[in-house]
């Protein structure tokens, strides 16, 4: 639908530079789904992209366009303005059961794109640190970067999931320093918990798995003997949960960065020399800082302090120095939403090292607030102060979290409420969009056990022409708006217009079964109706497995 209604806008154009009398450049032509269906079945934006180039009103440069497009043809039914410039465009009957035909013969094929043409694109989420279990914000961080890779895979191009293991930082070690404090008490050795140490019941849960393993081995040696034992210990455990939950989730990564791996490969200290040496490093106060101000920062920023040690930043500015010289086209970073004072300087050490702005961004995640009832659910028993993510998968399984999880875009707050999720109707989105699926097999199920062919294979023209309902023209229309949902989707870096897009798919086709019968004693309509529904059905599966969700053939 796209590609057709562009090529004709495009030539149009061609046709109308002449008699502008300009040697324009052509603008990029935006062709978009109208929000209200009753004004067609996609628009473009053409004419008023046009209209500082021209100097004339968009609707006078929609009327001209409208003459040549009018002209050329094609396989529009209606095409005519709305608004101050918008070009609408009506498909033919004909032209739409052909592009059905085209779905069911050649399937989740004829929905791809290939806007990418193999960029490739570096996405960096979830990074929690190694000091404790994933929370539900972590979740929604997870289901995001991984929906986005699978986006913008399905839109042509190449993506690298990455996750960056912070195992080098002074949190590591306070959670070694918990650890061996519990430790000692279990053993009968009250020495002290550290002030500001992890108290959640998992650092109860690591000491006793290492007095399993080592005994009283360390019994009564101080931190300082003994430290790497459990600050080693203890964070591989925990980055072992993490991966399984993430995995239990069915969420995984092409890489795992460590951070520190990049102090073992000097590449800290080869970035900062890079840094000094374009002369965006200097010494004042003793400490060595970088001029992230001349990068729009609200000010510099140390990189080494008085003492010789690196700040926290420092790692930082060699990571994405490190995902620079990977060659990525493009870098985003999901991170929280507390994070969004250190956007300007990492997006400065990227400046600063040739990267031109546009090419990296950040998604910020906002809270997710877990509810019961519509009550905020108490502290994890694990823990201590968040929610785990284990416990939501556990409560509602990994499903129903991700989509959720997707149904608001991520700088916008989440209520989630765990009864909601769980309950087997309309105001489950995942329910919904999930039971569609389910209900088509059941019909095709029903289907076979009458003998009726399930429409597979040899569809013809023929079979589709005997859908006229309304109710059938609006689910093929919405069919054939999948591509350029996808597309804009990826494009805007919101997977969440998928979800939004399958639950109208979703409330379309309940509607249209609840109408209308599907298994009819009219044979042709019959077989038209099957066919209708393995389009949606092809449709549903491939966009849940965009956002990681499964298509189940019975609930």
């Not at 905020?376 to 201590?384: E, F, N, T, Y």
């Amino acid at each position: 639908m796209k590609q057709v209604t562009s090529e004709i806008v495009h030539k149009a154009l061609e046709k109308l530079k002449p008699v502008w009398g300009l040697d324009i450049i052509m603008p990029d032509i935006e062709i978009e789904i109208p929000r209200n269906e009753s004004l067609g079945d996609i628009t473009t934006t053409v004419a008023m992209s046009l209209t500082r180039t021209l100097k004339k009103p968009p609707g006078k440069i929609a009327e001209e366009l409208l003459q040549e497009i009018n002209q050329l043809g094609g396989p529009f039914e209606k095409v005519e303005i709305a608004g101050p410039g918008f070009i609408n465009f009506r498909f033919k009957k004909q032209y739409l059961y052909e592009r059905v035909k085209t779905l069911l013969t050649e399937g989740h094929s004829s929905l791809s794109s290939n806007p990418g043409q193999g960029r490739k694109i570096q996405i960096e989420f979830v990074s929690a640190n190694p000091t404790g279990p994933l929370h539900i914000g972590h979740g929604r961080g997870a289901a995001m970067g991984s929906a986005l890779s699978n986006l913008l895979r399905a839109a042509g191009f190449d993506v690298e999931r990455e996750y960056y293991i912070n195992d080098a930082g002074l949190q590591v070690k306070l959670l070694g320093q918990s650890v061996y404090a519990r430790y000692q008490q279990l053993l009968g050795n009250e020495v002290p918990f550290p002030e500001d140490g992890y108290k959640g019941a998992y650092i109860g849960s690591i000491s006793k798995e290492l007095i399993e393993k080592s005994g009283d081995k360390y019994l009564k040696l101080s931190f300082e003997e003994c430290g790497d034992f459990f600050t080693d210990n203890a964070y591989k455990m925990l980055l072992a949960d993490i991966s399984k939950d993430l995995k239990d989730f069915g969420v995984e990564f092409d890489r795992w960065q460590s951070e520190k791996a990049l102090y073992e490969k000097n590449r800290v200290e080869e970035s900062l020399n890079e840094l000094r040496e374009k002369g965006f490093i200097y010494e004042k106060d003793g400490a060595k800082w970088f001029r992230s101000s001349d990068f729009g920062d609200e000010k510099d920023r140390v990189v080494v302090k008085k003492d010789g040690e690196y700040t926290y930043f420092a790692p930082d500015i060699a990571y994405h120095k490190d995902k620079l010289d990977r060659g990525f086209d493009t870098i985003i970073d999901i991170w929280g939403a507390d994070h969004h004072g250190y956007v300007p300087r990492i997006r400065s050490v990227l400046e600063a090292f040739g990267l031109a702005k546009e090419k990296f961004r950040v998604m910020l995640i906002q809270m997710v607030s877990l509810l019961r009832h519509g009550e905020p659910v108490q502290m994890s028993k694990r823990a201590g102060k968040f929610i785990t993510l284990r416990e939501v998968i556990d409560e509602v399984g990994s499903d129903t979290a991700k989509f959720i999880f997707l149904t608001r875009k991520a700088d916008s707050h989440l209520d989630f409420d765990l009864e909601v999720a769980k309950e087997e109707s309309s105001e489950n989105p995942v329910f919904y969009v999930q039971y569609a699926f389910a209900r088509i097999s059941s019909i095709f199920r029903r289907a076979e056990e009458r003998g009726v062919r399930s429409p597979k294979t040899g569809v013809k023209i023929e079979d589709l022409t005997v859908l006229k309902e309304d109710e059938e023209m609006s689910l093929i229309k919405k069919l054939l708006q999948y591509p350029l949902v996808i597309e804009g989707a990826a494009h805007a870096f919101e997977p969440h217009r998928v979800t939004y897009y399958l639950q109208d798919l979703a409330k379309l086709f309940h509607s249209y079964y609840n109408k209308h019968r599907v298994l009819s004693d009219d044979n042709a309509l019959t077989r038209g109706r099957l066919c209708l529904c393995r389009a949606v059905q092809i449709v549903l599966k491939e966009g849940l497995k965009l956002l990681g969700v499964s298509a189940p053939k019975k609930m």
